[in-house]
């Protein structure tokens, strides 16, 4: 009865903040299985009002779906299969949406909700949501497929804000994306649904999943890599289980950006030519060092120098860094970056050597490992690694510590190449091939593998009065390395002994007094010249 009622009566709903919808829920419907199970879902139609509404756009002629067979080779178009589609009103959600119907599919499109809780103050001018609504409900509109809205707020604050938080808190620098395809688009919004009994749940990722054909499906579903390198999302994919895989389709996973900017021109979607969006989902408009500061606080603590252990400044708290950071430190002289963070002390060391051949690191831990299959790979001595999104791999091995009195396994990696990129928080995620098969969160650098922090920086760091110190040094540039004899060639130095080839060279040209060079270059050609005329006459 609820569950029929509900579409009545949601209307009732819209003003109310969830607890005190859950409450008025619960008052209707005492005897409801699962309330909040059915509570979750409300027909888009009910939740925007007539003035948002977005023009309709006509349905494309049937015949489009005949050009689109190359593109349709990740969307299981031989099969007849009723798909929930996850659809967030950007253009990769929306031309997932578009492959699966074109493919044959029974789609439902789902718009996850997940706005703060009561008690934190709304930045906005309008709800940051409604515009990926309007878009949703549009291209939806277009080949009549049903638009149900999610309502997560609490998951998504239990299970992803709440722990970046206290990740930043203790210091290290989590990775949302990956918390949030864990725990909410594959966890809590697939625990919602999963009364309604959907063949497989979809989404605009740029990954490809390989499930086994009918006859072997006791055998696992793999990820792979996407067709789009630069776009490929196996990185924030990497942490989910087998159970979540086996559920779940990616039509974008054999396309490039490019191919889907195309194919949502030629779909005449409403939202074709809207950007990529970036950041993190839930902040908006809002900065996260503001987000940060709302829910941590501000400390004001010292920067010093990892080489010299000098004053250089201040900080408004560790919580704002991350190690190789370089940007709201407000140093002259720079580029400076975060090398270190003493937790404890609220220090943050920099260095302008980050990069310096000797401080490049190649083995570091991972804990809370998660293998896509349940089991570490056989072969752990040639792997490939990513330590962040984007192109880039690095040739790795593990050694495996097993867990002792109840302990984690740790992963000892080894890179093949230098690596200072490497974030106490951040996920490591590692590939054989083209396949994923797992990852887990670096752990803090052992004692003798972080960045060198000289004895004078960390005894600074421990003092507990530390406006002893005094005001900041003056900050110096930082020199140039001097050219040699042997950098120069009849007067031309040569590139490769500068460090800043191109540049330097010309800055110690244009150090050259006028004086020295009016007399180095033309009163020897006039001498030569001499000479030539001369022997002519």
């Given at each position: 009865m609820?569950?029929?009622?509900?579409?009545?009566?949601?209307?009732?709903?819209?003003?109310?903040k969830p607890?005190?919808?859950?409450?008025?829920?619960?008052?209707?419907?005492?005897?409801?299985?699962?309330?909040?199970?059915?509570?979750?879902?409300?027909?888009?139609?009910?939740?925007?009002?007539?003035?948002?509404?977005?023009p309709?756009?006509?349905?494309?002629?049937?015949?489009?779906?005949?050009?689109?067979?190359p593109?349709?080779?990740?969307?299981?178009?031989?099969q007849?299969?009723?798909?929930?589609?996850?659809?967030?009103?950007?253009?990769?959600?929306s031309?997932?949406?578009?492959?699966l119907?074109?493919?044959?599919?029974?789609?439902?499109a789902?718009?996850?909700?997940?706005?703060?809780?009561?008690?934190?103050?709304?930045?906005?001018s309008?709800?940051?949501?409604?515009?990926?609504?309007?878009?949703?409900?549009?291209v939806?509109?277009?080949?009549d497929?049903p638009l149900?809205v999610?309502?997560?707020?609490?998951?998504?604050?239990?299970n992803?804000?709440?722990?970046?938080?206290?990740?930043?808190?203790?210091?290290?620098?989590?990775?949302?994306?990956?918390?949030c395809?864990?725990?909410?688009k594959?966890?809590?919004?697939?625990?919602?649904?999963?009364?309604?009994?959907?063949?497989?749940?979809?989404?605009?990722?740029?990954?490809?999943?390989?499930?086994?054909?009918?006859?072997?499906?006791?055998?696992?579903?793999?990820?792979?890599?996407?067709?789009?390198?630069?776009?490929?999302?196996?990185?924030?994919?990497?942490?989910?289980?087998?159970?979540q895989?086996?559920?779940?389709i990616?039509?974008?996973?054999?396309?490039?950006?490019?191919?889907v900017?195309k194919?949502?021109?030629?779909?005449?979607?409403?939202?074709k030519?809207?950007?990529?969006s970036?950041g993190?989902?839930?902040?908006?408009?809002?900065?996260?060092?503001?987000f940060?500061?709302?829910?941590?606080?501000?400390?004001?603590?010292?920067?010093?120098?990892a080489?010299?252990?000098?004053?250089?400044?201040?900080?408004?708290?560790f919580?704002?860094?991350t190690i190789?950071?370089r940007?709201?430190?407000?140093?002259?002289?720079?580029?400076?970056?975060?090398?270190?963070?003493d937790?404890?002390n609220?220090?943050?060391?920099?260095?302008?050597?980050?990069?310096?051949?000797?401080?490049r690191?190649r083995?570091?831990?991972?804990?809370?490992?998660?293998?896509?299959n349940?089991f570490?790979?056989n072969?752990?001595?040639?792997?490939?690694?990513?330590?962040?999104?984007?192109?880039?791999?690095?040739?790795c091995?593990?050694?495996?510590?097993p867990?002792?009195?109840g302990?984690?396994?740790?992963?000892?990696?080894?890179?093949s190449?230098?690596?200072q990129?490497l974030?106490?928080?951040?996920?490591?995620?590692?590939?054989?091939?083209?396949?994923?098969?797992?990852?887990?969160?670096?752990?803090?650098s052992?004692?003798?593998?972080?960045?060198?922090?000289?004895?004078?920086?960390?005894e600074?760091?421990?003092?507990?009065?530390?406006?002893?110190?005094?005001?900041?040094?003056?900050?110096?540039?930082?020199?140039?390395?001097?050219?040699?004899?042997?950098?120069?060639?009849?007067?031309?130095?040569?590139?490769?002994?500068?460090k800043?080839s191109?540049?330097?060279?010309?800055?110690?040209?244009?150090?050259?007094?006028?004086?020295?060079?009016?007399?180095r270059?033309p009163?020897?050609?006039?001498?030569?010249?001499?000479e030539?005329?001369?022997?002519?006459f």
């Open positions: 609820a569950s029929v009622l509900l579409p009545y009566i949601s209307s009732i709903y819209l003003p109310l607890h005190q919808i859950l409450k008025l829920h619960l008052s209707l419907f005492p005897h409801s299985p699962n309330p909040a199970r059915t509570l979750f879902l409300r027909p888009l139609s009910r939740c925007c009002s007539s003035s948002s509404a977005v309709q756009t006509p349905h494309p002629p049937n015949s489009i779906n005949g050009d689109l067979g593109y349709l080779s990740c969307s299981m178009p031989h007849s299969l009723k798909v929930a589609v996850l659809l967030s009103g950007g253009v990769d959600s031309v997932a949406l578009r492959l119907h074109a493919a044959g599919h029974s789609c439902t789902f718009y996850l909700k997940i706005w703060f809780q009561e008690d934190f103050e709304n930045f906005w309008e709800c940051p949501w409604e515009e990926d609504l309007k878009y949703a409900k549009a939806c509109n277009q080949v497929v149900e999610v309502h997560l707020t609490n998951e998504y604050w239990k992803v804000v709440s722990y970046i938080i206290e990740e930043y808190r203790c210091g290290r620098t989590p990775n949302p994306d990956v918390l395809n864990t725990r909410i594959f966890g809590a919004f697939m625990d919602a649904i999963s009364c309604m009994k959907f063949d497989y749940v979809a989404s605009g990722h740029y990954a490809n999943v390989v499930h086994p054909s009918a006859g072997e499906m006791d055998k696992d579903s793999v990820l792979e890599l996407s067709q789009d390198m630069v776009k490929d999302q196996t990185y924030f994919l990497s942490h989910l289980s087998q159970a895989l086996k559920q779940l990616f039509p974008l996973g054999c396309l490039s950006k490019d191919e900017r194919l949502a021109t030629k779909f005449d979607l409403l939202n030519q809207r950007k990529d970036q993190i989902c839930f902040l908006g408009k809002i900065k996260f060092s503001e940060i500061a709302r829910h941590i606080g501000e400390k004001e603590g010292i920067i010093l120098e080489e010299t252990g000098d004053l250089l400044g201040t900080h408004r708290g919580w704002f860094y190789g950071q940007q709201g430190l407000r140093l002259p002289g720079g580029p400076w970056y975060v090398v270190e963070k937790i404890k609220n220090v943050v060391f920099v260095s302008r050597n980050y990069f310096s051949v000797d401080k690191r083995l570091f831990r991972v804990g809370s490992l998660k293998w896509l349940g570490p790979p072969q752990i001595s040639q792997l490939q690694c990513k330590v962040r999104h984007g192109p880039g791999f690095r040739n091995s593990l050694i495996m510590e867990g002792a009195y302990h984690e396994d740790v992963a000892v990696v080894h890179l190449e230098d690596d990129g974030a106490a928080g951040q996920f490591a995620a590692f590939y054989q091939g083209r396949t994923c098969l797992g990852s887990g969160v670096i752990l803090e052992w004692d003798d593998q972080g960045f060198p922090v000289c004895a004078r920086a960390l600074i760091a421990r003092m507990e009065d530390k406006s002893l110190l005094g005001r900041p040094v003056k900050i110096k540039v930082k020199p140039e390395n001097p050219i040699t004899e042997s950098d120069q060639v009849d007067g031309m130095e040569l590139c490769g002994g500068l800043h191109g540049i330097s060279a010309a800055k110690q040209r244009m150090q050259v007094s006028q004086g020295e060079a009016i007399t270059f009163v020897n050609w006039l001498q030569k010249f001499r030539k005329w001369l022997h002519i």
